[in-house]
């Protein structure tokens, strides 16, 4: 297969995954990604098909994280490097394939914290990304308790190989997820 577009990569996603709230997290992914590869100067339908479908087995097979994925972009036809990058986000919990290129280390950094920006998005009295700022989700990291789920020693471990302040990622992953905000159900009341 030549370069798998937005549409094919929409139609996977669809197929594996009916849970709005994984459909948001998805489409946020694939936001930033777009917005990071922009910024950097790569590729952005590369990078943003790599991160809407880089959960495709996360509601069908939670207990064979990528393993499942893998197979299903394989069997797809996907190439080499855009099943790596997919793998890489995984690293240290599901997979082996650490991140090497640059696509692949923002992926990891971003997953979770996609995550983190939407909870504190959703206890703003405005329930919007629009309006938000980095500190109001700096804040939210210090409270271990809220969003517990986010694994915060992955951003850290990310934001290093990307050689980039914790408030830059968390900037980057702002940025991009106001981009598709109406998408990601986080408009809110602004």
Known sequence: ?????????????????KTESLLNHARAVEAVMRYCARKRGYDEEQWGVIGLVHDLDWE?????????????LRDAGWPDDYVRAVLSHAWGMFTDVQPQHE?????????????????????????????MQTRSVRKKWKDKSFAAGVNRSVVE??????????????????????????????????
């Not at 297969?1 to 669809?14: G, H, V």
């Not at 069908?60 to 299903?72: A, D, F, V």
């Open 60 to 72: 069908m097979y939670p207990t064979e994280h990528c393993i499942r994925t893998e197979k299903i």
């Open 1 to 17: 297969m030549s370069k798998p577009t937005r549409d094919q990569a929409l139609s996977l996603l669809q197929q594996y995954t």
């Open 103 to 131: 696509m692949e280390k923002v992926l990891y950094t971003i997953d979770e914290l996609t995550g983190l920006v939407t909870a504190t998005a959703l206890m703003r009295p405005s329930k919007s990304v629009l309006d």
């Open 157 to 190: 471990k990310g934001a290093e190989m990307l050689g980039v302040s914790i408030d830059q990622a968390i900037e980057d992953t702002i940025m991009g997820m106001r981009e598709a905000a109406d998408d990601i159900g986080l408009h809110g009341a602004v």
